[in-house]
Antibody, heavy 123, light 107 residues
Framework: QVQLVESGGGVVQPGRSLRLSCVASGFTFSRYGMHWVRQAPGKGLEWVAIISYDGSKKYYVDSVTGRFTISRDNSKNTLYLQINSLRGEDTAVYYC????????????????WGRGTLVTVSS | DIQMTQSPSSLSASVGARVTITCRSSQTIKNYLNWYQKKPGAAPKLLIYGASSLQSGVSSRFAGSGSGTDFTLTISSLHSEDLATYYCQQSYDIPLTFGGGTRVEMK
């Protein structure tokens, strides 16, 4: 079954760190770029970061640059998002998403999404 | 950053009605425009990519059009299962950006 399953969310105090994971199945994970996208409560979707199929290219939205790190382990079919120095505005559902259908290249859109994991930043 | 503006922000329509959602970009994005459907508690779903290409498995009720800065998503005949929020997204430049969403409700 083709799917993405996120985990690692929870309630975290401001300033602390968290690592989100996303396990992929049903497709050749190592041949596709992957993204993180988030949705704050009552808000729209916000793209967070992308990583190329081999991890050699990474791009971030400005608001998370320096605090978030996207990475992947192709041997485990797993995508990660390390979040440091958490802020209240990081409270959101975090989705992992597969990049489009081109293998070994980036399409810059999302053709498969997980159901998300909720991160709540609160003291 | 490229700003994406959707209109309307919400709409109410009857089953069987034709629904049109528009998306405008702050600069030309050629045809690098994609549409998603988001239902509460569910994963977003890709509907249209490249402004007008229907994603595999998506109902032909959905159609996309436009190029440059102005784009449209049309639902030819609204079904009850189409109740959702719809988002456009530009894939022309990073940061990738979404429109604010259009919530479709049943009249």
């Amino acid at each position: 079954q083709v799917q993405l399953v996120e985990s690692g969310g929870g309630v975290v105090q401001p300033g602390r760190s968290l690592r989100l994971s996303c396990v992929a199945s049903g497709f050749t994970f190592s041949r596709y770029g992957m993204h993180w996208v988030r949705q704050a409560p009552g808000k729209g979707l916000e793209w967070v970061a992308i990583i190329s199929y081999d991890g050699s290219k990474k791009y971030y939205v400005d608001s998370v640059t320096g605090r978030f790190t996207i990475s992947r382990d192709n041997s485990k079919n797993t995508l990660y998002l390390q979040i440091n120095s958490l802020r209240g505005e990081d409270t959101a559902v975090y989705y992992c998403a597969k990049d489009g259908p081109q293998q070994l290249k980036l399409s810059w859109y999302f053709d498969l999404w997980g159901r998300g994991t909720l991160v709540t930043v609160s003291s | 950053d490229i700003q994406m503006t959707q209109s309307p922000s919400s709409l109410s329509a009857s089953v069987g009605a034709r629904v049109t959602i528009t998306c405008r970009s702050s600069q030309t994005i050629k045809n690098y425009l994609n549409w998603y459907q988001k239902k509460p508690g569910a994963a977003p779903k890709l509907l249209i990519y490249g402004a007008s290409s229907l994603q595999s498995g998506v109902s032909s009720r959905f159609a996309g059009s436009g190029s440059g800065t102005d784009f449209t998503l049309t639902i030819s005949s609204l079904h009850s299962e189409d109740l959702a929020t719809y988002y456009c997204q530009q894939s022309y430049d990073i940061p990738l950006t979404f429109g604010g969403g259009t919530r479709v409700e049943m009249k």
